[in-house]
């Protein structure tokens, strides 16, 4: 009786709505990965996006402005980043926390005052006719463009790094390295080119939340869903079709749970709320443990420090 | 050109000096960020970093509570610093920190209104259990099926505060008071009080407890062939594995060991400083003490002084918010910038700078 009130048009829809800012996060944590970079300040990133977003959204009127200021945002915080790690060698690990710490203070401060405002609202795509179909038109074809555009973008992050040869030397980076230096590229800069990218993706994902999803500015409002991001990548095991089904999978999860939230069903909302995150740990189990093997996709440089005089 | 020459051995000036200087580059991007806020940067440093203790005006309240805020950040930080030697990333002490408050509490709310003296000691246990089981789950998951150890403890943070409020709300809510959430404040309860030890010096058994996990810490990486294994393990893991050391059992050793220790400061915190159960009393020190355990160098000692520091800038903070109205999460802002510069200017400990002619090669 409780499933049943659930129309599953609705669900799918919202899945699709839940599962793009993670999806964009993770869409560009993964091409940083490739290139051999591991950079644990999705989170921040994210939070930079979201925060900034909404500010340039409400000042400007323009959600489209918002979204360009999100991934500015988010490329300057990764640019911080990748100037640590790059140029400065530092630990990936430690700088990407540092940059999820400082994304999370500085985002409190900026955003103050705009707790409890409205942004502009982001019209949906008119598909014509598309969305009239009954089911498919109400689940698939109702969404605004942002749902669209990351999925093109998933498409576009797959065809570069498999057709392209762009793509493959950033491929060639991650791998190896030194082999990649050997062959005359340039290990230092494709790696800045790829945070930057993954910057923005993230900021994005931020924004998304910000200006679309929920939307409104709390202080931390994206609990988590960096983290989430990061252990997409591993589940997609590198592969963008893949995060894609697991976004979807993971929207379809937390929407479900917010349904039976708002079903009235007997279990107390902190444990429904908690849901998300042991999913993922679960899946995270499935993936690395044995038969699946996932993990062995990991790019061969991930997280691993390059200096030419090595 | 400028370019960076690896240096032979690590600069042993630099690792020493690195800290300072961080910190006075952050107090100058400090004073340059409070100054955009259109407040009197001097002022608000000065605030944040000297008055706690020197004021005669504030001392009296803030000196006490400096050891209060430290002590947590250095009984985490210890147990952070000996897995991060090892290169066993524990970033979910938060978690361990509430789920160790939760197990302390839920031990004393069993015993109310019981008198005995056996009452806190079982806290102790129970709170160093909680944290202990908490940071075993990325433990065993990370040894029996390969899954990182950084994400699964860093989203098990998420699920202990979904569980605090759980309790916050249900389980343990003060049965006395309707309509609040919170437990029974606990410092109302005589056997399970943690109290001030010596009137107006803020110390209470976690802080004794911070100065023996620093003392065993400190003893265990220099003197026991356990801390041996962690550092070779954490700068030549392959080495490590040929003289013997199971990777395995370092990762439960170090994650056990850094959950134990959050777990004993969420259980001290819960029952004295902090004093129930409420959905807001994680404070975040699972996370300032990643930046304590940086800035300490890992190492015991350093640890001290920088949980000291660190433990300042919260009471700064308030004092700020206080009298200048500066937003609170300006001093997170400013514990992230400490964090950049210290790994910024750690470059100069393994790399020289050179300056060569020409284009480089």
């Not at chain 1, 990407?96 to 900026?110: E, N, V």
């Not at chain 2, 200087?21 to 004073?31: D, S």
């Not at chain 2, 407040?39 to 008055?51: E, G, H, S, T, W």
């Not at chain 2, 079982?122 to 075993?136: C, H, I, K, Q, R």
Request: glycine share 12%.
């Amino acid at each position: 009786m409780i499933l049943g009130s659930i129309n599953p048009a609705v669900l799918m829809a919202a899945l699709m709505v839940a599962a793009t800012p993670i999806l964009l996060a993770a869409i560009g944590e993964l091409v940083v990965e490739k290139a051999g970079v591991l950079n644990l300040g999705v989170e921040g990133m994210m939070i930079m996006g979201a925060c900034l977003g909404f500010i340039v959204a409400v000042n400007t009127g323009s959600p489209v402005l918002g979204f360009v200021g999100a991934a500015c945002a988010g490329m300057a915080l990764s640019l911080l980043f990748a100037l640590l790690t790059q140029a400065l060698m530092t630990n990936q690990v430690a700088s990407g926390l540092a940059l999820t710490l400082f994304g999370l203070g500085l985002t409190a401060l900026l955003g103050q005052r705009y707790v409890g405002i409205t942004p502009p609202r982001t019209p949906k795509l008119d598909l014509g006719p598309l969305s009239e179909i009954p089911f498919l038109g109400r689940a698939l074809f109702s969404h605004d463009i942002v749902v669209y555009l990351t999925i093109a973008l998933v498409a576009a992050v797959w065809w570069f790094l498999n057709y392209s040869r762009a793509g493959m030397i950033l491929r060639a980076v991650g791998e190896n390295h030194d082999a990649a230096h050997a062959l005359g590229y340039h290990v230092r800069r494709v790696r800045v080119f790829a945070i930057m990218f993954g910057g923005a993706c993230a900021g994005l994902g931020g924004a998304y939340l910000s200006l679309i999803r929920v939307p409104q500015w709390t202080e931390g409002m994206t609990v988590g869903a960096g983290w989430i991001a990061l252990a997409l990548v591993v589940f997609a095991s590198w592969r963008p079709w893949r995060a894609l089904a697991g976004a979807y999978l993971f929207g379809g999860v937390v929407v479900l749970q917010l349904n039976l939230q708002a079903a009235g069903v007997k279990i107390p909302v902190e444990y429904l709320s908690m849901s998300p995150y042991l999913i993922t740990i679960f899946v995270l189990v499935l993936i690395s443990s044995g038969k699946a093997r996932g993990s062995l996709n990991a790019p061969g440089s991930l997280n691993r420090p390059f200096h030419a005089s090595d | 050109m400028i370019r960076l020459e690896k240096r032979k051995e690590p600069s042993t000036f630099w690792r020493i000096a690195n800290p300072f200087l961080a910190v006075a580059l952050t107090m100058v991007a400090g004073g340059i960020m409070f100054a955009a806020l259109g407040k009197d940067p001097i002022a608000a440093i000065r605030l944040i970093f000297f008055d706690p203790i020197f004021s005669a005006q504030f001392g009296s309240y803030s000196r006490p509570q400096l050891l209060i805020k430290s002590a947590p950040l250095i009984l985490i930080a210890i147990g952070l610093a000996i897995g991060f030697k090892a290169n066993i990333w524990n970033i979910g002490a938060e978690g361990q920190y509430i789920i160790g408050a939760l197990f302390g509490a839920g031990v004393a709310l069993a015993f109310f209104p019981a008198p005995g003296w056996y009452i806190f000691p079982l806290m102790v246990l129970a709170g160093a259990f909680g944290g202990f089981l908490w940071a075993m789950i990325p433990a065993i998951l990370k040894t029996r099926f390969n899954t990182n150890e950084i994400l699964v403890s860093l989203l098990l943070v998420y699920v202990a505060e979904r569980i605090l409020a759980a309790m916050a709300l249900g389980l343990m809510r003060n049965p006395d008071v309707a309509g609040f959430p919170g437990s029974r404040d606990l410092r109302r309860y005589e056997a399970a009080h943690n109290a001030e030890l010596i009137a107006g010096t803020g110390i209470h058994w976690g802080v004794v407890a911070a100065l023996v996990a620093v003392i065993f810490a400190y003893a265990m990486m220099t003197r026991h062939m356990l801390g041996y294994h962690i550092k070779l393990a954490g700068q030549a893991p392959r080495a490590a594995r040929f003289a013997g050391v199971s990777p395995a059992r370092l990762v439960v050793v170090c994650l056990g060991i850094s959950g134990a220790l959050a777990g004993l400061a969420g259980m001290f915190e819960v029952s004295g400083p902090g004093g129930q159960v409420r959905i807001e009393f994680a404070s975040g020190y699972g996370f300032t003490a990643i930046i304590v355990a940086f800035l300490g160098r890992l190492n015991p000692l350093g640890i001290v002084l920088a949980g000291l520091l660190l433990g300042l800038t919260y009471i700064g903070g308030e004092l700020a918010q206080m009298m200048l109205q500066l937003p609170g999460a300006s001093i997170q802002v400013f514990q992230g910038m400490l964090l950049f510069f210290l790994l910024a200017l750690d470059f100069q400990t393994n790399y020289r700078l050179r300056l060569t002619k020409g284009a480089r090669i």
